[in-house]
């Protein structure tokens, strides 16, 4: 379990277990629905499927505040760099600063271990702005998502 410092209450990151599997599932959904809608791709099925078949609790954490899980965050080591997997906050959340606290985490976690961070992102979701305004800098295009990179930070 990691405490977020700077956050009122407190935003933690606790390890999720395989048993969170469907809680996982149901706050991916509730929190990609409308930017799924907007491109005609929102099939709640195909989201469950696609995040069990990827599903690793070793890469899961779940995003608390107040004792409330209303968020998750997947990272996976990827080669040379850390893969932001997922992250994903309830709608009733997002816009709180949430995001962001975990996002300052995950970059003390890449910056200590000397890796940048790649992230895709929905195209016509809100959390491509989010991204690049956390200094992630663009680096192509796919069928349905914009892909991210946030370098390696510079020793001090």
Do not use: C, W
């Amino acid at each position: 379990m990691s405490v977020i410092p700077d956050q009122n209450p407190p935003v933690i990151l606790v390890a999720a277990q395989q048993s969170d599997l469907d809680n996982l599932v149901a706050i991916r959904i509730e929190a990609m629905r409308e930017s799924l809608e907007r491109i005609g791709r929102f099939d709640p099925v195909r989201a469950r499927e696609r995040f069990i078949n990827g599903f690793d609790s070793r890469d899961t954490r779940h995003i608390e505040v107040a004792g409330e899980r209303i968020g998750f965050v997947v990272v996976r080591h990827h080669l040379k760099e850390l893969l932001l997997d997922h992250l994903y906050v309830r709608p009733n959340a997002q816009g709180s600063g949430v995001g962001s606290a975990v996002l300052m985490q995950i970059f003390k976690e890449a910056d200590a271990a000397a890796r940048a961070i790649r992230v895709g992102a929905l195209k016509e979701s809100a959390s491509n702005r989010f991204y690049i305004r956390h200094g992630f800098q663009f680096v192509e295009s796919g069928e349905f998502d914009n892909y991210y990179v946030r370098p390696v930070a510079p020793a001090t």
